[in-house]
């Protein structure tokens, strides 16, 4: 629930996660651009809602000594910022390339998941 608030500081002491404006706007160009085609929604896999409804997210959440910078931050839309938060579902930015990339949970009775950046959208 604090990952989006304002009063942090005031409710936590002087731990800051305050990024400059142009923060969540230097990942979409970042997180965007997928293989092929650049991609116009969030970076949650098989998603489409637009980047303006976008929240950058702490891959390593900052009341974990996550840095507020580029490097851990990824673009994702409310309801699938809620999802990483809320649920089993991992992000990392790729070793090699620096793209977001996504872990499914484990589901029982099937294989090891593995680390993915897109998927066809159920629809």
């Given at each position: 629930m604090a990952c989006d608030a304002d009063l942090?500081?005031?409710?936590?002491?002087?731990?800051?996660?305050c990024w400059t404006s142009a923060a969540?706007?230097?990942?979409?160009?970042?997180?965007?651009?997928?293989?092929?085609?650049?991609?116009?929604?969030?970076?949650?896999?098989g998603c489409t809602r637009p980047p303006?409804?976008?929240h950058a997210h702490h891959i390593v959440h900052w009341a974990d000594h996550g840095?507020?910078?580029l490097e851990n931050l990824v673009l994702l839309c409310g309801h699938h910022h809620?999802?990483?938060?809320?649920t089993p579902w991992q992000v990392r930015l790729n070793p090699t390339d620096g793209k977001p990339e996504f872990l499914p949970p484990q589901r029982p009775g099937?294989?090891?998941?593995?680390?993915?950046r897109s998927r066809r959208r159920r629809e």
């Open positions: 942090i500081p005031i409710a936590l002491g002087t731990q800051a996660r969540p706007a230097d990942c979409h160009p970042r997180d965007l651009a997928g293989p092929g085609l650049p991609r116009r929604h969030c970076a949650f896999p303006v409804m976008g840095e507020t910078s809620r999802t990483i938060h809320h099937a294989p090891p998941p593995t680390w993915i």
